[in-house]
């Protein structure tokens, strides 16, 4: 059982500060209690989620995002019977009341049970030249380019293999040795690892119809030059729960023009906004396929990752979106790798 206070906010607590406190706590749950200690509602990672999709925005009070009648356990209850409670109804967390309905404690799944290993292959993109990292990728692949003294594609595999996943394909085309002499076949990191090695660039998608076989459930395609904390479990959940065939990573990017914008009508204006931001969710890099997805793909073709999601849209199958929040950054410039190197010591260390 957790601090719980470590988890509690008020009524009025803005939704960005509730993702501070994922953050701070590394627990994806926020307890909405009174000056009582009496439990209003909990916010988990997939209630924030589901709200930046309705275009709630992170200002808004806690209280438009909670789950108003969250599932407890008894104070006097056991460990078996709490398991079960979770297990039965597919949640992570569990606040404890007393008997005079005060939350005094939080259990979690992860801290009551073994962790879970996930069987889902990940497959790591990591044939990109890296061009505009230059000169620092003509000796190097890009993925394998150190911050805080490892590689970018170390951390991908071990952030995914710290939360139970441990079947990897890693495509590879430019400097690709590079890449498999330093992973190997993964045994070092208690993974499996394989390659898919592209005689020519086949894109961000084509390296799938070089996996060997096919998978038997969902899988996910990762570029090799994000850093990210996202909670992957939570990510297949998502795409589980959506029943789509395919899910897309999305992050909010907003966009500050430096002029007067003008409306026009044939040549009446009709409006002018004064230096206005343009928010719109972008392609995160992260995505989460069913199998089946692999027959929209050409064989031994170049294709990217969203002309197969677009053909996936074209036959009439639905492709969800999964809005991420945690930190995420794509290194794809010189100012992206400095970023990357300030902020590191603070948020994966």
Excluded at 233 to 258: K, M, N
């Amino acid at each position: 059982m957790i601090a719980w206070k470590q988890a509690a906010t008020s009524p009025g607590t803005p939704v960005v500060d509730v993702l501070r406190l994922f953050e701070r706590n590394s627990e994806s749950i926020a307890l909405v209690v009174d000056d009582h200690s009496r439990l209003l509602g909990t916010v988990t990672d997939g209630d924030v989620r589901r709200a930046i999709l309705k275009g709630i925005p992170l200002s808004a009070p806690v209280t438009d995002v909670m789950e108003h009648q969250p599932i407890t356990f008894p104070e006097e209850g056991n460990r078996e019977q709490a398991v079960m409670l979770m297990n039965r109804h597919a949640i992570r967390y569990l606040p404890v009341l007393s008997a005079q309905g005060r939350i005094v404690g939080l259990l979690t799944l992860h801290d009551m049970t073994t962790p879970v290993r996930h069987d889902n292959w990940v497959v790591l993109m990591a044939g990109g030249e890296g061009r505009r990292l230059r000169p620092l990728t003509e000796n190097c692949p890009k993925p394998m380019i150190r911050i805080g003294g490892r590689p970018i594609l170390e951390l991908i595999l071990q952030s995914f293999i710290a939360q139970g996943f441990h079947r990897f394909f890693i495509a590879v085309n430019y400097m690709g040795e590079v890449i498999e002499r330093h992973f190997g076949d993964g045994e070092r990191w208690g993974a499996e690892i394989r390659y898919l090695k592209e005689e020519s660039k086949l894109g961000t998608a084509g390296a799938l119809s070089l996996l060997p076989e096919r998978p038997d459930a969902p899988f996910c395609v990762m570029n090799g030059d994000l850093l990210t904390r996202i909670d992957y479990a939570s990510l297949f959940e998502f795409h589980r729960l959506s029943g789509c065939a395919a899910t897309l990573g999305v992050r909010e990017h907003s966009i500050d023009l430096p002029f007067g914008v003008v409306s026009l009508q044939h040549d009446r204006v009709l409006d002018i906004v004064e230096k206005p931001t343009y928010t719109h969710f972008i392609n995160a890099g992260v995505y989460v396929l069913n199998p089946d997805c692999l027959d929209h793909l050409p064989s031994g073709q170049p294709a990217d990752m969203p002309a197969l999601l677009s053909r996936v849209l074209q036959n009439r199958q639905p492709v969800g979106s999964f809005p991420i929040h945690e930190y995420w950054m794509d290194i794809g410039r010189l100012s992206d790798l400095e970023r990357a190197h300030q902020d590191y010591e603070q948020i994966f260390l």
